[in-house]
């Protein structure tokens, strides 16, 4: 069995598939031919465990729990036949070639339509993503005031204006081009069953994102622009390391969300798009551990304790805010997806897009250039308590 397409419908949606240009080639010579074991079938999602376990025993093609389209006795003598469904029981369906003499190898080309019905026009998005759309389109507008803010913010305290708050006000650029693209994506595939182009400006945009978004944690992380002009050697090796990663990774990212199931090596794609994701959460992360030691050494020798426990608690507080949000939208997101109805299919992006929102929020309440960010300006006032706190309280150890 061939896996082509999964989708959620709502009453009364519609599935059609045509194939053309079928040819086989047997790798026995004197095997039969029986155009009666190939076909075309929709299996639901509750059911498809429970037909996967039966094929192992007769032919999938005659379960009935399976949704036949068609099979391949009715070809037309050019090679083409097409099959159509219309779905009366509403559900999660997974759109499935099975073969059932698999000595025979299938050549063909197969075009698909799968689409619901939304006052009375075709809906091309699944069941659980026709407010992906809209749902977009407020995050582009939130994004879009959050960078309008910081470009204020940025031209009224041009004096503390850094190199890093530049890069943060481009990140929020790009991001804010990125969810705009991924509303007009979603639309144009919604009203016809093709982005027309919108998908290419997203994957550049998406590009662009998680490159720079990985280089703000890093150079965020190291105190670059803001404690110190300069970035380290072990710190340009691993800004070194995450941007070709990210690159790789979006590579892999287009080729996992061009092709599908039945594209050979494709669960190879996603699982090294999951190696290459976690390999770069776990490289920026050391950054901001060993700016945390070096300043607890520093704490100890420069007598500016008052400075370093602002450092200190706000390194920390970024460290918490990190690894909590790479924790939940790589772990607990994914997991939420694996459990809710097909129909919520929306909630995943809204716990993953709120999740970067406060992300960003985080970085711009703590990090934009005022003058009373505790990078910039540290009373002196404060210097004989966080002395006697720096020595202690052991809080900040990792």
Not at 308 to 330: A, E, P
Request: glycine share 6%; aromatic share 14%; hydrophobic share 45%.
């Amino acid at each position: 069995m061939i896996l082509f397409e999964r989708f959620g419908y709502s009453k009364g949606g519609h599935a059609s598939v045509v194939v053309q240009n079928v040819t086989w080639k047997s790798r026995h010579s004197k095997s039969p031919l029986n155009l009666f074991s190939m076909g075309f079938f929709l299996a639901s999602d509750t059911s498809f465990p429970k037909i996967l376990n039966e094929s192992e025993h007769f032919c999938v093609l005659s379960n009935r729990n399976v949704k036949l389209l068609f099979q391949f006795h009715s070809l037309s003598a050019d090679s083409t036949i097409n099959g159509s469904a219309d779905i009366e029981d509403p559900d999660e369906y997974n759109l499935v070639f099975g073969n059932c003499q698999p000595e025979f190898e299938i050549s063909m080309h197969v075009h698909t339509e799968m689409y619901n019905l939304n006052n009375g026009g075709k809906d091309f998005l699944p069941a659980g993503q026709t407010v992906l759309p809209k749902l977009y389109f407020v995050f582009f507008l939130v994004y879009s005031c959050l960078t309008a803010v910081w470009l204020f913010i940025s031209i009224n305290q041009r004096p503390k204006l850094e190199k890093i708050h530049v890069i943060i006000g481009a990140l929020l650029l790009v991001k804010t081009m990125k969810m705009i693209c991924a509303s007009e994506d979603k639309m144009f595939v919604r009203r016809t069953g093709t982005p027309h182009g919108w998908d290419v400006a997203f994957y550049i945009f998406g590009f662009l994102k998680g490159v720079m978004l990985f280089t703000v944690i890093i150079l965020i992380g190291t105190g670059w622009s803001i404690l110190k002009p300069y970035l380290q050697e072990r710190e340009k090796k691993v800004l070194m390391t995450v941007i070709p990663l990210q690159l790789l990774e979006n590579i892999v990212y287009v080729v996992i969300s061009e092709t599908g199931p039945a594209t050979k090596d494709w669960m190879t794609w996603n699982q090294m798009f999951l190696l290459i994701d976690i390999v770069c959460c776990c490289a920026v992360v050391f950054p901001i551990i060993w700016s945390i030691r070096s300043l607890r050494e520093a704490s100890k020798t420069d007598g500016k304790a008052a400075k370093n426990l602002k450092k200190l608690t706000l390194f920390k507080q970024f460290y918490i805010v990190l690894v909590g949000y790479l924790y939940f939208t790589r772990i607990l997101v994914p997991a939420t997806g694996a459990l809710i109805n097909y129909r919520f299919e929306w909630l995943i992006t809204v716990l993953a897009e709120g999740a970067s929102l406060g992300f960003y929020l985080f970085i711009f309440c703590n990090f934009q250039p005022v003058e009373k960010n505790p990078y910039l300006v540290i009373g002196d006032d404060e210097e004989n308590e966080a002395s006697q706190i720096l020595e202690e309280d052991d809080a900040f150890e990792l």
